[in-house]
């Protein structure tokens, strides 16, 4: 029930494409679902985050759609560029109320290289 | 954005000795920062969390003794990797939250432990 499930585990895109990742939850009283980036030998970038009452959210080349009946949530990387190469990161965490601590639950992470 | 520093970025002792890594939250006040492990490819593991004056909250399976966390201020906790041995070494990174908000997490730049 805590777990997310992310996929692929790697991917090989071509400049210019679209990279997609996804991921797949359990508990339904997840209600917040960030994207991490993270660069070798850093700590991980939040990249974006979208809560359930939506089904989609853009910031740039970065779009999060999210389906809340099938439990699942994607990231797509529009026009990708070789420096977007990183190991990327979705996660939930259950709704935050005064005095109580949530935790943010990890996928498994997804290595994206673009090559040139 | 809120950033938060992490240090010594890279670190390595003796088998026996104690190591302490810092994370400062450097131009906001965290009431709640939590300590991640990550080994090679591998996701983020949640060890601890820690609420300033009080005592941290291990999840299953981590030992408290090994891995003491003191989390004196609002803008500084610390991990103190206690007789370290090889099978310690690893990738530490703690996050902090941002007081007022619910989920919105800034990592550190995380520190490389190697145990020789």
């Known amino acids: 029930q805590q777990q997310v499930k992310q996929s692929p585990q790697s991917l090989i895109v071509q400049k210019g494409g679209i990279s997609i990742i996804n991921c797949a939850y359990e508990?339904?009283?997840?209600?917040?679902f960030p994207w991490y980036q993270q660069f070798p030998g850093k700590g991980p970038a939040l990249l974006i985050a979208i809560r359930p009452d939506v089904s989609e959210k853009k910031e740039g080349r970065f779009t999060i759609s999210f389906n809340k009946s099938a439990k699942q949530f994607s990231l797509h990387i529009m026009d990708s560029q070789p420096g977007d190469s990183a190991t990327y990161f979705c996660a939930a965490s259950r709704p935050f109320y005064g005095g109580a601590t949530n935790k943010l639950i990890f996928g498994t992470g997804t290595l994206l290289a673009v090559q040139p | 954005g809120a950033v938060v520093s992490q240090h010594p970025s890279r670190v390595i002792c003796k088998s026996g000795t104690s190591v302490k890594i810092e994370c400062r939250s450097l131009?906001?006040?965290?009431?709640?920062m939590f300590w991640y492990r990550q080994f090679p490819k591998q996701s983020l593991m949640l060890m601890a969390t820690?609420?300033?004056?009080?005592?941290?909250?291990?999840e299953q399976g981590v030992e408290k003794d090994k891995f003491l966390i003191n989390h004196a201020s609002l803008t500084l906790s610390t991990l103190t990797v206690t007789s370290a041995h090889p099978e310690d070494s690893s990738f530490y990174i703690c996050?902090?939250?941002?007081?007022?908000?619910?989920?919105?997490?800034?990592f550190g730049s995380g520190t490389q432990l190697s145990v020789l």
């Open positions: 820690s609420n300033e004056g009080s005592k941290a909250t291990y």
């Open positions: 508990n339904t009283a997840f209600d917040y």
């Open positions: 996050s902090a939250r941002l007081v007022g908000t619910s989920e919105k997490l800034f």
């Open positions: 131009d906001f006040q965290a009431t709640t």
